[in-house]
């Protein structure tokens, strides 16, 4: 079918897959219906990295128009510009990604239409935030004040990179022991320049933004998605802060009439809930709310989140993405 160049540590085909790494049983961790996230230990290196476990994520069935080859070729260009964002947004601040392919997906058929599967193999640096939501663990104030910094310099890396994330949330948040965070699921994440729109991002109704939720997504531009991702963070540590459940704020989310009203209220309970940078996340909560600057934002909550170096991009090696 050809082959597309790009920028990336390495490409590896199925049976390299197959054969370089094995996945434990019973170790899946399945954050959409479409998604297969599997937990699996390397059996030999293929890239020299300084971790020892890897996550091998697979997204089914992606739809590549082959009406023309001009459309093929489009198809997999807007496909790869996600998988190069992550590659470039990688950082102390997101998963590290050693390998990824293109498999042909099984049992799926549409005219002038070739489906793909793309399997991409990242680092495994600790389940995702969803977990200490099931297990109602309480957070501490120097916890929640690490993941509000950690969110914030993450936004501050996207605005720099002009990157969308789309879907940010607790389970596209992992964490070690030692609460550091990182950001996954970027490998749908793109370019773009304000004014585009951009309308085939995903997002997650609970978290995003009353524009992204009732836009037609033909509609939304970047700049709308980008601040998309600041409310979805607002969402974010509201959630973690105070142990809302999904369903909970769901229900918020959709009470048309009162929404608004019912957020202020988890807002204020927020605040009053950390003594000590409660003061700081009441403000800085509506400032992501309301779309404010993120630097505003980041200045407004610790002047030193703005000296940070948030980059460490490795651009040494150009690979082939094979579709096999």
Same mark, same amino acid.
């Not at 105070?242 to 229900?251: A, F, K, P, Y």
């Not at 000296?307 to 096999?324: K, P, V, W």
């Given at each position: 079918?050809?082959?597309?160049?790009?920028?990336?540590?390495?490409?590896?085909?199925?049976?390299?897959?197959?054969?370089?790494?094995?996945?434990?049983?019973?170790?899946?961790f399945?954050?959409?219906?479409?998604?297969?996230?599997?937990?699996?230990q390397? &059996?030999?290196?293929?890239?020299?990295?300084?971790?020892?476990?890897?996550?091998?994520?697979?997204?089914?069935?992606?739809?590549?128009?082959?009406?023309?080859?001009?459309?093929?070729?489009d198809?997999?260009?807007?496909?790869?510009?996600?998988?190069?964002?992550?590659?470039?947004?990688?950082?102390?601040?997101v998963?590290?990604?050693?390998?990824?392919?293109?498999?042909?997906?099984?049992?799926?058929?549409?005219p002038?239409?070739?489906?793909?599967?793309?399997?991409?193999?990242?680092?495994?640096?600790?389940?995702?935030?969803?977990n200490?939501?099931a297990?109602q663990?309480?957070?501490?104030?120097?916890?929640?004040?690490?993941?509000? &910094?950690?969110?914030?310099?993450s936004?501050?890396?996207?605005?720099? &990179?002009?990157?969308?994330?789309?879907?940010?949330?607790?389970?596209?948040?992992?964490?070690?022991?030692?609460?550091?965070?990182?950001?996954?699921?970027?490998?749908?994440?793109?370019?773009? &320049?304000?004014?585009?729109?951009?309308?085939t991002?995903?997002?997650?109704?609970?978290?995003?933004?009353?524009?992204?939720?009732?836009?037609?997504?033909?509609?939304?531009?970047?700049?709308?998605?980008?601040?998309?991702d600041?409310?979805?963070?607002?969402?974010?540590?509201?959630?973690?802060?105070?142990?809302?459940?999904?369903?909970?704020?769901?229900?918020i989310?959709d009470?048309?009439?009162?929404s608004?009203?019912?957020m202020?209220?988890?807002?204020?309970?927020?605040?009053?809930?950390?003594?000590?940078?409660?003061?700081?996340?009441?403000?800085?909560?509506?400032?992501?709310?309301?779309?404010?600057?993120?630097?505003?934002?980041?200045?407004?909550?610790?002047?030193?989140?703005l000296?940070?170096?948030?980059?460490?991009?490795?651009?040494?090696?150009?690979?082939?993405?094979?579709?096999?």
């Open positions: 079918m050809g082959t597309i160049r790009l920028k990336f540590k390495q490409m590896i085909s199925e049976e390299q897959l197959k054969r370089h790494y094995k996945i434990e049983q019973g170790q899946n399945v954050s959409t219906p479409k998604v297969q996230v599997d937990k699996v390397r &059996r030999v290196p293929l890239a020299q990295t300084t971790y020892n476990e890897v996550v091998i994520k697979r997204d089914k069935g992606i739809p590549f128009s082959i009406g023309s080859p001009d459309d093929f070729a198809s997999i260009s807007k496909t790869m510009n996600g998988i190069l964002s992550y590659y470039r947004a990688q950082s102390e601040l998963v590290n990604v050693e390998a990824m392919c293109f498999v042909p997906s099984l049992g799926l058929r549409a002038n239409t070739i489906f793909l599967d793309k399997i991409i193999v990242m680092e495994y640096f600790g389940q995702d935030l969803t200490d939501l297990k663990m309480e957070w501490s104030e120097q916890n929640i004040d690490k993941l509000v &910094r950690f969110l914030i310099r936004l501050r890396m996207m605005e720099q &990179r002009g990157i969308i994330h789309g879907d940010i949330k607790p389970a596209n948040i992992v964490r070690n022991n030692e609460f550091d965070f990182k950001l996954i699921d970027m490998d749908d994440s793109g370019f773009y &320049r304000s004014e585009e729109t951009v309308s991002r995903g997002h997650t109704h609970a978290y995003a933004s009353n524009i992204v939720r009732t836009k037609p997504l033909s509609r939304i531009t970047a700049q709308e998605w980008k601040l998309n600041l409310h979805c963070v607002a969402v974010t540590i509201l959630q973690i802060a105070l142990g809302i459940t999904v369903d909970e704020l769901q229900n989310r009470d048309e009439s009162n608004k009203k019912r202020q209220e988890k807002i204020n309970t927020l605040a009053s809930s950390f003594p000590k940078i409660g003061n700081k996340l009441k403000k800085i909560m509506s400032m992501l709310i309301n779309g404010d600057a993120i630097d505003n934002i980041a200045r407004e909550y610790d002047d030193g989140i000296s940070h170096e948030i980059f460490s991009l490795n651009h040494d090696s150009t690979s082939e993405a094979l579709l096999l």
